[in-house]
């Protein structure tokens, strides 16, 4: 079992940054694949950034490949979403999931086993 805590959402003018942090409990946290996901209102959760366990890999979605960063310190439980540049359409609720399962990045949602309550970001234009 884990237990995922979001943090670091607000609001921010557009090209600004923001930094959210994703909190798990238990002992286990090394032994997840970690993802962040995003749902603005009216649309599909949206996989942003998958990171492996040791941290060496990761994928993003093409929308925000170059301006956002996943990465995660096992001795924290702690996994980051740096996002940089952002943009009016980056607006939406940010949810951190982990995954245990295979050794893939996976980018659909049903992939992963533990999910935030989330965190909202808004990007004023």
């Known amino acids: 079992q884990v237990q995922l805590v979001e943090s670091g959402g607000g609001l921010v003018q557009a090209g600004g940054s923001l930094r959210l942090s994703c909190a798990a409990s238990?002992?286990?946290?090394?032994?997840?694949?970690m993802g962040w996901f995003r749902q603005a209102p009216g649309k599909d959760r949206e996989f942003i950034a998958a990171?492996?366990?040791?941290?060496?890999?990761?994928y993003y979605a093409d929308s925000v490949k170059g301006r956002f960063t996943i990465s995660r310190d096992n001795a924290k439980n702690t996994v980051y979403l740096q996002m940089n540049s952002l943009k009016p359409e980056d607006t939406a609720l940010y949810y951190c999931a982990a995954s245990g399962r295979g050794a893939s990045l996976p980018t659909s949602p049903i992939a992963y086993d533990y999910w935030g309550q989330g965190t909202q970001v808004t990007v004023s234009s």
């Open positions: 990171i492996s366990r040791g941290g060496l890999n990761t």
């Open positions: 238990g002992r286990t946290f090394s032994s997840y694949v």
